[in-house]
C-alpha cells in the first residue's frame, strides 16, 4: 500500500514537472511573441465561404469578449490551450505506456518539435501559437484527438464510447481545417479493422458505413448551415477546387485543350495556360529529380491558382454570369464550378503526367513528416520509414496485442492519408505535414522500448 501510494506522489509530481515544462516554454513565446496575422486570417475573421467554421466563429467569440484585443486574447487562448492539451498527451501516455520521467522527457521534446522547427526552418518563421489561423489550435488538440483513435482501438469495441468519442472529435477538427477530414477515413479504416479482426458480420459492417457515411452528411449541413447564416450562401467551403484544379493545369500542355468541348471554356483554357507558360509555372520547366519536380511543382502552385487561374477566370465569369469583386462569395463558388469543368474535361489527358506529378508531391511530403528536405535526410526518412515498419511486423509477431506496435500502425496509417489527401488538393508544405511528426518519433520510441523489454515503471 505504502509502495503504491508513493508511485501515485512521484508520478503527480513528474507530471506537475511536464506541466511547468510545458508552461515555460509556450508561456515564453506567448510573453516574446505578437500576434501573427497571416494571410488567412483575413477571411476567417469575415466569417468566408472559402473557411471552415470552427475557426471563424472562435475569432468571432473573442472579438465580443474584448473587441478592442481580441488578437491578444485569441493567442492567450491558443497558448494556454497548448499547455493543457500538451500536457494531457504526455500524461495519457504516460499511463497508457507506464513510462517513466526520462521517457516522458524526451516525448516532451518530441511533442515540442513542431513549435521549435517552424520558426528555425520554415519560410514563414511564425510562432505557430500566436498565429490567426487554425494551425494555432489544432496543433495542440491534434495529437490529444488522436489518442482517442489510440483507445477507441485498443478498447476493441467499433461501437462503444471511445469510437464515438472519437469520431465526434474528428468531426470537430475537420470542421476546423477540412484537411483534417483524412482523420475521418482513418477512423473507419481502422474500426472495420477490428470488425474483421472480430469477425463482425455483414450488419455491423453495413451499421459502420452507414455511421461513416452520416457524419460526411452532418458535416456538409453544418457547414452549409454555418454559410448560409454568415453569408446568406447555403454551399460548402469554397475554394478547394480550384486549388486541385492547380495540379491539373501545372501538368497540362496546350494541345490538351481539344478536350475542352465548350469553346468558351477553351479559350480560357488557352488564355490561362498561355500566361503561365510564359512565366515557367509548368512541368517541363522542372528539373530531373522526384525531390527536385515537387519543389518545383510547390513553387507554382499558388501562383498558377491565385495569379492565373484565379484572376483571368474572374474575367470570364463576370462575362459569362455577371459576377463580380462585388459579390465576391458567389465569384469563390463560381471559380470553383469553373476549376470542376475544366478538371472533368483535361483530367484523362493529363491523367499519367498527372500522377507522376503526384508521386513525386507525396514523397516530398513523407519526406517532410519526418525530416526537412535535405538530400541525405530524403534517404534518411526512407530508411525511418523501412525501420518503423519492419519494427512493427517484429513486434506484432512476438505479440498480437502489441500496444506499441498498434500505436505506430496508426500513424503510419494516419500519415499516409494526410500526405495523399493533401497532395490531391494543394503542395505538401511542412505546416500540413508535421502534424504528424511528434507522434511518429513517440511511436517509434515506445516501439524500442518495448522491443528491449526495458519499461521501468515510473519514477
Known amino acids: 500500500m505504502l509502495d503504491t501510494f508513493i508511485g501515485v506522489c512521484k508520478r503527480n509530481i513528474s507530471n506537475i514537472l511536464i506541466f511547468g515544462i510545458f508552461t515555460l516554454f509556450f508561456g515564453f513565446l506567448l510573453i516574446t511573441g505578437e500576434p501573427i496575422y497571416v494571410g488567412d ?41 497548448a499547455v493543457a492539451a500538451n500536457t494531457a498527451f504526455i500524461v495519457i501516455i504516460r499511463k497508457k505506456f507506464s513510462l517513466n520521467f526520462s521517457v516522458s522527457l524526451i516525448c516532451v521534446l518530441m511533442q515540442l518539435a513542431p513549435h521549435i522547427m517552424t520558426p528555425v526552418f520554415a519560410s514563414t518563421h511564425m510562432v505557430i501559437t500566436n498565429s490567426l489561423m487554425t494551425e494555432g489550435i489544432l496543433f495542440s488538440i491534434y495529437p490529444l484527438t488522436f489518442t482517442s483513435l489510440i483507445c477507441a482501438l485498443w478498447s476493441g469495441k467499433v461501437f462503444g464510447k471511445e469510437s464515438i468519442v472519437t469520431l465526434t472529435l474528428f468531426l470537430m477538427i475537420s470542421l476546423i481545417r477540412g484537411q483534417m477530414m483524412v482523420l475521418l477515413v482513418v477512423w473507419f479504416i481502422v474500426m472495420f479493422g477490428i470488425l474483421l479482426f472480430k469477425h463482425g458480420g455483414i450488419k455491423r459492417a453495413v451499421g459502420l458505413f452507414m455511421i461513416f457515411a452520416s457524419v460526411f452528411m452532418v458535416r456538409t449541413a453544418v457547414v452549409r448551415v454555418y454559410n448560409y447564416c454568415e453569408s446568406g450562401l447555403f454551399a460548402d467551403t469554397a475554394s478547394g477546387k480550384a486549388m486541385s484544379f492547380a495540379n491539373v493545369l501545372y501538368v497540362a500542355d496546350r494541345e490538351d485543350a481539344q478536350a475542352i468541348k465548350d469553346e468558351g471554356l477553351r479559350e480560357l483554357f488557352y488564355k490561362i495556360y498561355d500566361a503561365a507558360d510564359a512565366g515557367k509555372m509548368n512541368y517541363k520547366y522542372a528539373a530531373k529529380g522526384i525531390i527536385n519536380r515537387a519543389e518545383y511543382h510547390e513553387r507554382c502552385h499558388d501562383e498558377l491558382n491565385f495569379d492565373y487561374f484565379n484572376e483571368i477566370s474572374r474575367e470570364y465569369i463576370g462575362e459569362t454570369k455577371g459576377l463580380y469583386a462585388d459579390r465576391y462569395e458567389e465569384l469563390m463558388i463560381a471559380l470553383d464550378d469553373v476549376a470542376k469543368e475544366l478538371s472533368s474535361y483535361l483530367m484523362p489527358r493529363v491523367i499519367f503526367k498527372y500522377i507522376k506529378n503526384y508521386i513525386s508531391v507525396i514523397a516530398l511530403g513523407f519526406v517532410r513528416t519526418v525530416a526537412y528536405e535535405h538530400p541525405v535526410l530524403v534517404w534518411y526518412s526512407a530508411v525511418v520509414y523501412i525501420a518503423a515498419v519492419a519494427l512493427t511486423i517484429l513486434l506484432w509477431r512476438k ?61
Open 41 to 81: 486570417t483575413f477571411q476567417y475573421e469575415n466569417q468566408m465561404v472559402t473557411r471552415e467554421p470552427v475557426y471563424a466563429l472562435l475569432i468571432q467569440i473573442f472579438r465580443f469578449i474584448s473587441p478592442d484585443n481580441y488578437y491578444r486574447t485569441l493567442i492567450i487562448f491558443q497558448n494556454v490551450l
Open 399 to 459: 505479440d498480437p496485442k502489441s500496444k506499441a506496435a498498434s500505436f505506430m500502425a496508426v500513424v503510419l496509417l494516419t500519415i499516409v492519408g494526410n500526405v495523399c489527401a493533401t497532395a490531391l488538393m494543394i503542395q505538401c508544405i511542412s505546416r500540413y505535414m508535421i502534424y504528424n511528426m511528434p507522434l511518429f518519433y513517440i511511436a517509434g520510441l515506445l516501439e524500442l522500448i518495448e522491443l528491449a523489454g526495458s519499461r521501468k515503471g515510473n519514477i
